[in-house]
């Protein structure tokens, strides 16, 4: 029996099964020890010495015995557990269940082993586990139904976005909608529809709630479970720079959600959504929910979702460069994240922190954070947060001019898995070889990451990067190439195209504005008009104050100490000392050959 139970047997468990006294067992349990075949272990279990021991056992028993012995031992365990208090072995259950022909029962214990697989973050094993159970429903046909088929795919859709699989993962969540009849469109045109029709189901039903409330419970577990799939699918759309799929997603999780009870979704929802619609004319609305995403999280005092909240409210914030806000929620996530002991999430913290601290100057801060992020990934053996973590990293160093470090970081992020993703690469690439004179390589670079951009508008908040490194090349370029370098109408049209591009971002985000007045600046001046560049570049200049940038009110002294007559000493010793306070290596490198060429 002891090797039909597996590796490790409770006592308790045998007691059971075997239905002897706990002397008579102890005495057999001795025997074998004796006899060098199993061992106690510290938590009142008994183990096989070897495992091979017991897989012999196994294989010399009849096959007609196994099922009798499987089931004994699945009762066993569910008596030792009910006495105990402890938990079940939801897998090892499923196992015995499945062994001794129980099906129905083994499906039930391999979906529950696949939720607490997802909650403690296997996210293989909870694949594993909703595979092997949907593997015996043609052996109980009675065990399917939608709904059941709707829980396995949300299972599978936050498994595999846990390990990475995205293209999978959407896979799953069109099986999951559609399971619960609310199928994500499947054309552009029903994309834009669809977006049409969720707004404005938002519309109504933010009026008139008492009219699409749901109370039966099976309709209410459909609901929450299509609020639940849309609202797991926002982030993938988010990081695949898909803003049309992300509204859709986000306005119909809201929908959905918002006909129930509170829940974990809905606080979510409003929070992601928050960040979204801060990029549109709706700032307003963006506001209401994300106050109501962490209203919502107080009331269900779930630290998890709170966690979360704070994280997501604070990229929110990002974009207003509030930044006395962004620093205290994202402290307040990382700390909840670390009282539950959840790496991932701490990773994903300082990530996002790290984006933010970048465009606040605090260089420093982002690449202690990218370390951070890089070692506890590689503890967890998550290649996806681990990459985040470098490439932060990289954009850290190369501001900060210490490019042989960014150029070795920069080899280790290797492939990455979407375009928007290899596009940030590219425009971190880009800056980081014009910095080390490699003009060429930093325009292959730089159009790369253009190419990327023309094709997908960027909107999120962390392209921010990698567009302005693109920009700034493609304009330097251009600048070189009308100074008389060659193919200066190619460089000229690049460039305003890329320039075009940040325009539009900047009418998203507060905190790009500066960029984008000290782009225009730069293409002015370029283009032989001084007083339009230097209009620009001082708007650049209060932009960056009022957001509090203080790298980017530094480059923009800087251009005015180098191209007026106004100041210049004043300017350059100004943009030199935020430099050196912020350790901005490649920016001060930049102010000294700058005060070379006008100090003989």
């Known amino acids: 029996l002891a090797a039909v139970v597996g590796r490790s047997a409770p006592e308790a468990a045998l007691v059971h099964a075997l ?21 106690a272990g510290d938590d009142g279990s008994w183990r ?15 096959e007609a015995d196994r099922p ?37 029962r083994a499906i039930d214990h391999y979906e529950a082993a696949a939720t607490e697989a997802v909650a403690t973050f296997d996210n293989e094993g909870a694949i594993e586990h909703i595979r092997a159970a949907a593997a015996l429903v043609p052996r109980v046909p009675t065990a399917d139904s939608p709904m059941r088929r709707a829980r396995w795919s949300r299972t599978l859709v ?8 995205m293209r ?5 969540a069109e099986r999951a909608l559609l399971a619960l009849g609310h199928p994500f469109p499947q054309s552009r045109a029903g994309w834009v529809l669809g977006l049409l029709d969720a707004a404005a189901r938002r519309v109504v039903e933010a009026y008139l709630p008492r009219l699409t409330r749901v109370h039966d419970p099976l309709e209410v577990e459909r609901t929450q479970q299509a609020a639940y799939v849309c609202q797991r699918l926002l982030e993938p759309y988010f990081l695949a720079n898909k803003p049309l799929e992300g509204f859709v997603a986000g306005f119909r999780c809201i929908n959905f959600a918002e006909r129930t009870a509170p829940t974990p979704t809905l606080a979510r929802g409003l929070a992601f959504m928050s960040l979204l619609l801060g990029a549109t004319p709706f700032s307003a609305v963006a506001h209401r929910w994300a106050r109501r995403a962490l209203a919502t999280a107080d009331e269900l005092g779930r630290p998890e979702v709170a966690e979360y909240v704070l994280n997501r409210t604070a990229i929110f914030e990002i974009s207003n460069a509030r930044w006395g806000l962004v620093n205290d929620r994202f402290a307040r996530a990382l700390a909840i994240a670390r009282d539950l002991k959840d790496d991932r999430w701490s990773e994903d913290t300082w990530t996002c922190w790290g984006i933010g601290k970048i465009w606040a100057g605090d260089f420093t801060g982002a690449l202690a954070d990218a370390d951070a992020t890089v070692q506890s990934a590689a503890r967890r053996g998550d290649a996806q947060t681990q990459k985040w973590g470098l490439t932060n990293g990289v954009t850290a160093l190369v501001r900060m001019g210490r490019d042989a470090e960014a150029e070795e ?22 800056r980081l070889r014009w910095q080390q004179g490699r003009a060429p390589e930093a325009t292959v670079a730089a159009l790369e990451a253009l190419s990327f951009f023309q094709r997908a508008t960027p909107i999120v908040y962390f392209l921010h990067s990698p567009l302005y490194d693109t920009v700034s090349v493609l304009l330097w370029r251009w600048a070189v190439a009308r100074r008389g370098g060659e193919g200066e109408v190619q460089a000229r049209k690049e460039g305003l195209a890329a ?35 230097r209009e620009r570049w001082r708007t650049a200049l209060g932009d960056a104050r009022a957001c509090e940038l203080p790298h980017e009110e530094a480059q923009v002294e800087l251009e005015l100490a180098i191209r007026c007559d106004d100041d210049r000493a004043a300017r350059l010793d100004r943009a030199e000392a935020i430099a050196r306070r912020l350790s901005a290596g490649a920016l001060l490198r930049r102010c000294q050959e700058a005060r070379r060429q006008r100090d003989p």
């Open 19 to 39: 239905r002897q006294t706990d002397a008579d067992v102890r005495a057999g349990l001795a025997e074998l020890v004796e006899r060098q075949v199993m061992e």
């Open 158 to 165: 936050e498994a595999r976005l846990g390990v990475g699989q």
């Open 168 to 172: 999978e993962a959407f896979i799953d």
């Open 499 to 533: 320039l075009g591009l940040l325009r539009g971002y900047a009418r998203m985000h507060r905190f790009a504005r500066p960029t984008l007045a000290w782009a225009e600046g730069l293409a002015e001046w370029t283009a032989g008009r001084s007083d339009r560049a």
């Open 409 to 430: 970081r920069l080899d280790r992020v290797g492939q990455t898995p979407g375009e928007a993703e290899h596009a940030y690469v590219m425009g971190n690439t880009a």
């Open 68 to 104: 009798g012995l499987h089931r004994a031992a699945a009762e066993a365990l569910l008596r030792e557990a009910d006495d105990s208090g402890a938990p079940l072995d939801q897998a090892r259950l499923a196992h015995h269940w499945r062994e001794a022909g129980e099906y129905s």
């Open 48 to 62: 096989f010495v070897h495992d091979k021991l017991r897989e012999t056992l196994y294989a010399d028993l009849p």
